[in-house]
């Protein structure tokens, strides 16, 4: 698909201000004793927004998105949904309050079926299959038709699809996306982000990391500069496009801003 076939910048700062769905306030978190890979982060979700969230390699994207998602500790700081302090609630509790989480790798059963992939995804509520099937399966037809054919026979960019459509077959509120379009070629790279746009547009609200980070600000409503686990610009994607210090630091001088 062109990139006709999705909707480019949408700057919502004349919009009145909505709740805030999820909030991470000055998080400190690490892998290791007494070293902080996130030192002091902030982001914040509001309902319906579609965030992107940018940065060098090593930045500590992918350990927000742990963070926000219990599977590393918050050693300080506070992350609320609908302002409820879900700091350090576990992985299955955050699922059943609606968040869902499509991590950078291996994420996909590949010894098992597409749709043993997805009853996986809906383990907590089991009996919804075939209602979340039928959502599932208009955003992702092709994955939905090979319902029986076993995961591990799938592109690497169809296990990504599929690893989208098994989160989204808990109906959550929340989706945090780690590099969907990583390893994928420019056309399936492009997939990845009109799915991620649909499926925001279904309602769910997204966090969104990313390293083609062009494509990504595209995309946004707001983006986040994440630099050596702290936030280093945060803006609408449109003015992080073209603010010339995040062109110069994070997009490249010789990259063309259209
Ligand atoms: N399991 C781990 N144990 C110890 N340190 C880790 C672990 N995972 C990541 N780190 C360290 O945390 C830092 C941030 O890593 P993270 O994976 O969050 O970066 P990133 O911004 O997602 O980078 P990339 O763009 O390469 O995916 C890096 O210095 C990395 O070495
Ligand atoms: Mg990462």
Redesign the pocket.
């Known amino acids: 698909m062109t990139d006709a076939g999705v909707a480019h910048n949408r700057d919502d700062s004349t919009a009145t201000p909505r709740e805030s769905l999820l909030v991470a306030e000055n998080i400190i978190a690490?892998?290791?004793p007494e070293v902080d890979?996130l030192r002091g982060c902030d982001l914040v979700l509001q309902e319906g927004e579609l965030v992107g969230v940018i940065?060098?390699?090593?930045?500590?994207?992918?350990?927000?998105l742990k963070a926000l998602f219990g599977l590393i500790p918050v050693r300080s700081g506070t992350v609320r949904l609908r302002g409820e302090d879900i700091s350090n609630l576990p992985a299955h509790a955050l699922v059943s309050k609606g968040i869902g989480y499509v991590p950078?790798n291996n994420n996909v059963f590949q010894r098992l079926t597409i749709e043993e992939n997805l009853e996986m995804g809906l383990y907590q509520a089991p009996k919804r299959f075939l209602e979340r099937f039928e959502v599932v399966a208009e955003v992702f037809p092709r994955i939905a038709e090979r319902r029986k054919q076993r995961a591990g026979s799938l592109s690497g960019g169809e296990r990504q699809m599929l690893a989208m459509a098994r989160a989204l077959m808990m109906d959550p509120s929340v989706l945090l996306l780690d590099?969907p379009s990583a390893g994928l070629s420019p056309a399936l790279q492009d997939q990845t982000f009109v799915r991620a746009r649909r499926i925001n547009a279904t309602g769910v609200s997204v966090v969104m990391?990313e390293?083609n980070a062009r494509r990504c600000l595209q995309i946004c409503h707001r983006g986040y500069v994440?630099d050596q686990g702290r936030n280093a610009y945060t803006n609408s994607g449109a003015e992080l496009l073209h603010d010339p210090k995040v062109v110069e630091l994070y997009l490249g001088t010789l990259a063309k801003v259209k």
């Open positions: 690490g892998y290791v890979i940065g060098p390699n090593g930045a500590g994207k992918s350990t927000l950078q590099e990391v390293q994440l």
